[in-house]
């Protein structure tokens, strides 16, 4: 509803007929009924100042437009009018006042017609109905709105989790061109949220979609051709994720060459379509093999999604271990309390003004201060804690280096810690120290001096430097940097384990004496027939441990195939 936002209690307390319905004066009941004698719409407003100062339609146009464009000098100039003319109809002067200062000047902060209104009432309630009984569906259609805004996707998959709902990277199989829904818990991001994969190979893979879901590598290669099968897109579909059914990222990274091989041999032999007497079912079919390597870490999963799609959908750096980060930091406690408190007053400012609760009707002996003597009156100036420092911890999504005017370099970082986001800031002087310390995709701890900026909501932690005379080279420990698999490291000692953390398992393979040389080979044939995975497959003999290189997605059909060998 529109309407000035402090008025929203009072008019549901006189809707539901928990207060009474009262008019500033008798003039307006006729304009203010329909609303319960509050002004929620423009026409209401210029019909008011038409009843109560005998406005014309164009003087009323006029405030209008002052209130609609926040003129301030303007709506001041048509205050002294409208309480000038108001005497001239015979009503008091206080009363004009607080009319105009009550009822009209609020609609500068929020209001619009009555059309408008209509219009979106409507469309709150169909995505309130929406939100309600289709969350998942109803956030899949916000994403593809928002698509190319990166920070309201970023805030968007936020409010999924909060949700329980799991957003997972591009899948060849289950996504479409954009955001798609899989069910009630599940969000796929769409192929075109991948940077490098044209509409072109979009509309290919979608194209072979029709007939049936993509099995293997080989069916991909095969059913989709040069289009995709390029490096290009190749890197692009790897590194986003999107080819994670068909084996492990690292190794389909390792195995571009020999998939866009792959590739030419088939469509040389298609080319050709000779059958020979023998072809039908003796011909050596095209054989094709990912490399073994071994796979990704989390930190490349990340890296690679952040680059392709914007945001490391295989997980956040510090879930699971936020505990662990609230230990290790100093003077949190002040931090958490500011934004609380930051919290609160944006709260009490929206729901709880001076004029949130008009409940009596104005007094004509009452006497209301001008607002120009309201707006010279000294605010009291916003209170800045300048002098607390803290330890906070977190991981550096954002580094900027800016150039000065006075020739030197500063760093602003954006770190995101334990339930918020806090800036690192580093000025010329101390530029030199932190420049190389202070790196994106990696997790610090820094030790500064703190500031609150209550007008942006922001924590900012300036790095405490020892004092050291002009010209002299220091070296500081306020800022300590870790890769994410070091500090994770250092978490899973202290017992917190994340829950996002790439997992390599292990299956060991104990060999009985017998076991030959023959066997082995045998073995390495299956293991290169499996699919790629996170299981390593470890060799025990004698109390000695060997790895086999071999790493699969499930092991299943090795113990299958195991049973009788040993």
Request: aromatic share 10%; hydrophobic share 35%; proline share 5%.
């Amino acid at each position: 509803r529109p309407g000035p936002l402090q008025y929203i209690p009072e008019f549901i307390d006189r809707k539901f007929g928990r207060k009474v319905v009262e008019y500033p004066h008798p003039s307006l009941e006729e304009i203010l009924k329909p609303t319960y004698g509050i002004a929620v719409y423009q026409e209401q407003i210029m019909q008011l100042v038409q009843a109560f100062a005998g406005f014309s339609l164009g003087e009323a146009d006029i405030l209008r437009r002052a209130i609609g464009k926040k003129k301030y000098e303007l709506l001041m100039e048509q205050r002294v009018k409208f309480i000038d003319a108001a005497r001239e109809q015979g009503h008091p002067e206080e009363l004009a006042i607080y009319i105009f200062d009550e009822i009209i000047e609020p609609f500068a902060g929020y209001g619009f017609n009555k059309s408008h209104a209509a219009c979106y009432s409507m469309i709150a309630y169909q995505t309130a109905y929406m939100k309600t009984y289709y969350p998942t569906e109803s956030m899949v259609a916000l994403m593809v709105s928002d698509e190319e805004d990166i920070d309201r996707i970023r805030m968007e998959i936020s409010e999924a989790h909060a949700k329980g709902v799991k957003v997972l990277p591009p899948d060849v199989n289950e996504s479409r061109k954009h955001f798609t829904y899989i069910d009630s818990e599940t969000i796929r991001f769409g192929l075109k949220a991948i940077k490098g994969l044209g509409d072109g190979p979009i509309a290919t893979i979608r194209r072979a979609l029709k007939d049936k879901k993509f099995d293997s590598i080989e069916d991909f290669i095969e059913r989709t051709g040069g289009d995709v099968i390029n490096k290009k897109s190749l890197e692009a579909l790897i590194y986003s994720g999107a080819l994670d059914a068909f084996g492990e990222r690292k190794s389909l990274l390792a195995s571009i060459p020999k998939i866009t091989t792959y590739l030419k041999e088939i469509e040389k032999k298609d080319k050709t379509s000779q059958m020979g007497l023998f072809d039908l079912d003796y011909a050596p079919k095209v054989e094709f093999e990912l490399e073994k390597v071994e796979p990704m870490t989390f930190e490349e999963r990340m890296k690679g999604e952040k680059a392709m799609v914007g945001y490391p959908v295989s997980g956040h750096p510090l879930e699971g271990i936020e505990d662990f980060i609230k230990s290790k930091s100093k003077n949190l406690g002040a931090v958490e309390a500011w934004f609380e408190k930051l919290h609160n007053t944006n709260n009490s400012d929206d729901e709880n003004s001076e004029n949130t609760n008009p409940e009596k009707p104005p007094v004509e002996t009452e006497k209301r201060p001008e607002k120009s003597e309201e707006k010279n009156s000294e605010k009291p100036k916003k209170e800045k804690k300048e002098d607390e420092t803290a330890t906070l911890i977190g991981f550096v999504s954002e580094v900027r280096h800016i150039p000065t005017k006075t020739g030197g370099q500063m760093i602003i970082a954006t770190a995101e810690s334990a339930g918020f986001n806090f800036t690192i800031a580093v000025f010329p002087r101390d530029y030199e120290i932190y420049a190389n310390k202070i790196l994106e995709d990696h997790i610090v701890v820094v030790n500064g001096k703190l500031r609150f900026d209550e007008e942006r909501g922001e924590v900012s932690l300036a790095p405490i430097t020892p004092f050291r005379r002009s010209g002299e080279k220091i070296t500081s420990d306020s800022v300590k940097t870790f890769s994410i698999s070091q500090f994770q490291d250092f978490a899973k000692t202290a017992g917190f384990s994340p829950v996002n953390e790439q997992k390599t398992e292990r299956f060991d393979i104990i060999l009985p004496p017998f076991w030959a040389r023959e066997d082995s080979e045998e073995l390495r044939k299956f293991l290169e027939s499996e699919q790629s995975g996170n299981i390593e497959i470890i060799l025990k003999r004698n109390n000695a441990e060997k790895s086999t290189k071999f790493f699969l997605q499930s092991t299943e059909n090795l113990e299958k195939w195991l049973v009788g060998k040993i």
